[in-house]
């Protein structure tokens, strides 16, 4: 049996869970009439509104032509810069990539960045034009884009001579002409076949295997997923753990092995060089080690996991209004959910805090951490989220903080506005280069202090149309204080339904958060004052009934401004030290950390006098 082990990359919405699931349709691995519920390539809701891959997922499907079966294990990759390292890791596993793209909307921003990493690596891409047969297709102009793309992503001459296929995933069928209406997918079968270079590795060397996702089971404890690149591994084998420097982690033994076999995970009793296995039987051993038989001594060159470089205090919600929505809030419940995430996801560290009920969750980026605050609140869960704070260490010169290299894709006509803003970061420009079709490619050295809630002020100084990747950059000196939000807050007094008219008074005093009949307490913050200092007010206040005047069934005649509504990250990324967004499964509130005022003003007085 060959083997072919192949990535693919798709934006949400292009296609990719309808194309797998016909390939495994047509390869035999489900039957024609057999209900699929979940589905390897299937996107969650987080990951579809988001329009990225979050995890990484495994599967393979067995192809029969002339005889022969060929093993196909296809892996999907995560499409974010906060998930960048993972992404190197997964495609060290492959020996080429599928780029889905659909034939109306072309490559869309997501799928640049791993599309980049895959052909840094060398990998040579597989183009397929999905959903050939909309009627609004556009497959010619699609193509060039592509080729762009590609052109644009500095790939070689190999990587640009590369076979092109026109497919209906829904209509299960693949051609080489854009005028494509039937048949099967045996084109993109001998296309994967023909492409992809079988895994030139040594079956009889020692056993070594790079673990690139970690897992966990209730009944198996942790399982890694990797390559074996050289030798053979057998149930109940003795083997250890090399981290990247080649220090040992632990000794074990592979107590049980799994091979993927269309959707599921299957108990195999070998395996060896080339194939993508699971492994279970070691207790430590994580993402980036090196799984390799007792006497071997080097581990394979693997990138370290990133160190994480901001910090949030997850905490047990005390506001008022606390248990309503959720009906997860207790401490104990919190600290289980965490430290199961932190060990299925390398990225995250959780540590406990002196007073037991509030958590430092420290990982790379916004966007995973607010991936991870949206999974819990999906899960039932009511938290209070502080500020996010960079993780500082000490170095040879003093403080130092973490940096990123930032990249950035924008019309000509909005770089001007992007340089002033990442100059005000703190970022220093390395690179400017024009990209093709009116598009300047900015790359900056930045502190990632200075990021935090950039990425909104971003997307709006460029329309929507900026793209902007990050990855870890290193440590360095220092840069100094960074100005911060301007302006100060309004802060209800009163505990109750917000009223219109009251409302109506205080939009001369800033820009509003709330709507009528929304629930306040004291000490949450319901705007933004126009002046810089924090303002109290009473937002229940009511018309004084007189003689003259009756209480009606509605504020009559009141016209109020929109509010303002955040997303959770444009709250996590607008508060202040001092300030916490409350998290439930139905709301997103901003707050006081102290809700009670005399509290905020001692408080106050203890950060002046230190």
């Given at each position: 049996?060959?083997?072919r082990?192949?990535a693919?990359i798709?934006?949400?919405?292009h ?10 349709r047509?390869?035999?691995t489900?039957?024609?009439?057999q209900?699929?519920?979940?589905r ?13 891959t979050i995890?990484a997922?495994c599967?393979s499907?067995e192809?029969?032509?002339d ?7 296809i892996?999907?990759?995560?499409g974010?810069a ?7 890791r ?7 990539v ?5 034939s109306?909307?072309g490559p ?15 990998l ?5 034009v999905n959903?050939?047969?909309r009627?609004d297709?556009r ?12 052109l644009?992503l500095?790939?070689?001459d190999?990587?640009?001579d590369?076979?092109?296929l026109?497919?209906s995933g ?13 048949g ?11 492409h992809?270079?079988?895994p ?5 060397g020692?056993?070594k295997m790079?673990?690139?996702?970690l897992?966990?089971?209730?009944f198996?404890?942790?399982i890694?997923?990797?390559?074996i690149e050289?030798?053979?591994l057998?149930?109940?084998?003795p083997i250890?753990?090399l981290?990247v420097?080649g ?11 799994f ?6 995970r299957?108990p195999v009793?070998?395996?060896?060089a080339g ?6 039987g ?6 980036s ?5 007792p006497q071997v001594?080097?581990?394979i060159?693997a ?8 910090a949030m205090?997850?905490?047990?919600n ?13 401490s104990?419940?919190?600290r289980?959910r965490l430290e ?5 996801n ?5 540590t406990?805090a ?14 995973q951490?607010?991936?991870?605050i ?9 938290l209070?989220i502080?500020?996010p ?9 003093g403080?130092?903080e973490?940096?990123e ?8 006509e909005?770089?001007g506005t992007v340089?002033?803003?990442?100059a005000?970061?703190?970022a220093e420009?390395?690179?400017m280069?024009?990209s093709g079709?009116g598009k300047?490619?900015?790359t900056?050295?930045?502190?990632s ?10 997307l709006?100084?460029t329309r ?5 990747n990050?990855l870890?950059?290193?440590y360095?000196?220092y ?7 301007q ?8 505990k109750g339904?917000a ?8 939009e ?22 126009a002046?810089v ?5 009473n937002?229940?206040k ?11 069934p509605?504020d009559?005649g009141i016209?109020?401004?929109?509010p303002?509504?955040m997303s959770?990250?444009q709250?996590i990324?607008?508060i202040?030290?001092d ?12 707050r ?8 905020r003003?001692?408080?106050s007085?203890?950060m002046?006098?230190?």
């Amino acid at each position: 049996m060959t083997i072919r082990n192949v990535a693919i990359i798709a934006h949400v919405d292009h296609g990719k869970t309808t194309l797998v699931d016909q390939l495994f349709r047509q390869s035999g691995t489900f039957r024609d009439n057999q209900r699929v519920e979940e589905r390897a390539m299937d996107s969650s809701d987080l990951e579809k509104e988001r329009g990225i891959t979050i995890l990484a997922k495994c599967t393979s499907v067995e192809w029969e032509h002339d005889g022969e079966t060929t093993h196909i294990n296809i892996v999907d990759t995560p499409g974010h810069a906060d998930f960048g390292a993972e992404v190197e890791r997964i495609l060290s596993m492959v020996d080429g990539v599928i780029l889905l793209v659909d034939s109306a909307e072309g490559p869309m921003p997501q799928t640049k960045f791993v599309t980049g990493k895959a052909l840094s690596l060398g990998l040579k891409p597989i183009v397929v034009v999905n959903k050939i047969d909309r009627p609004d297709a556009r497959p010619a102009e699609v193509l060039d884009e592509i080729f762009e793309l590609f052109l644009n992503l500095e790939a070689n001459d190999e990587q640009l001579d590369f076979p092109t296929l026109y497919a209906s995933g829904r209509a299960g069928y693949a051609g080489r002409t854009d005028d494509v209406r039937s048949g099967d997918l045996t084109p993109l079968f001998e296309t994967i076949l023909s492409h992809v270079p079988a895994p030139g590795l040594d079956p009889d060397g020692e056993f070594k295997m790079l673990a690139t996702l970690l897992d966990r089971d209730p009944f198996l404890g942790r399982i890694l997923t990797g390559r074996i690149e050289s030798g053979r591994l057998t149930m109940n084998m003795p083997i250890k753990a090399l981290d990247v420097e080649g220090d040992l982690v632990e000794e074990g033994r592979a107590t049980k092995i799994f091979a993927f076999r269309g959707l599921e995970r299957v108990p195999v009793e070998e395996a060896e060089a080339g194939e993508i296995v699971a492994i279970a039987g070691l207790i430590k051993a994580t993402v980036s080690n090196t799984f390799a038989e007792p006497q071997v001594t080097e581990p394979i060159k693997a990138r370290p996991i990133d160190p994480p470089t901001l910090a949030m205090s997850f905490s047990v919600n005390d506001s008022p209004y606390a248990g309503r929505d959720g009906d997860k809030v207790q401490s104990r419940v919190i600290r289980d959910r965490l430290e199961r995430e932190a060990e299925s996801n390398v990225a995250i560290r959780v540590t406990m805090a002196a007073d037991n009920d509030s958590f430092e969750v420290a990982g790379r980026g916004e966007l995973q951490l607010g991936v991870l605050i949206e999974t819990l609140r999906r899960e039932g869960f009511e938290l209070s989220i502080s500020r996010p704070r960079v993780l500082y260490r000490d170095g040879p010169s003093g403080r130092e903080e973490p940096y990123e290299t930032v990249v950035v894709d924008v019309d000509d006509e909005f770089s001007g506005t992007v340089i002033d803003k990442m100059a005000l970061r703190k970022a220093e420009m390395t690179d400017m280069r024009p990209s093709g079709g009116g598009k300047t490619r900015l790359t900056f050295s930045a502190p990632s202090r200075g990021l935090i809630g950039y990425h909104g002020e971003f997307l709006s100084d460029t329309r929507g149309t900026g793209i902007m990747n990050r990855l870890f950059e290193k440590y360095g000196p220092y840069k100094g204080s960074i100005q911060g939000r301007q302006n100060g807050v309004l802060i209800s007094m009163e505990k109750g339904a917000a009223v219109a008219y009251a409302l109506n008074a205080l939009e001369e005093r800033g820009v509003l958060f709330i709507s009528p009949g929304d629930l306040l307490y004291e000490g949450m913050i319901i705007g933004e004052n126009a002046k810089v200092h924090d303002l109290e007010v009473n937002p229940l206040k009511s018309k004084q009934l007189t003689n003259f005047r009756a209480s009606g069934p509605k504020d009559e005649g009141i016209r109020l401004t929109p509010p303002r509504r955040m997303s959770l990250e444009q709250a996590i990324a607008y508060i202040q030290d001092d300030e916490l967004v409350e998290v439930t499964p139905k709301v997103v509130r901003l707050r006081k950390r102290f809700l009670d005022p005399h509290e905020r003003k001692r408080a106050s007085r203890k950060m002046e006098a230190a």
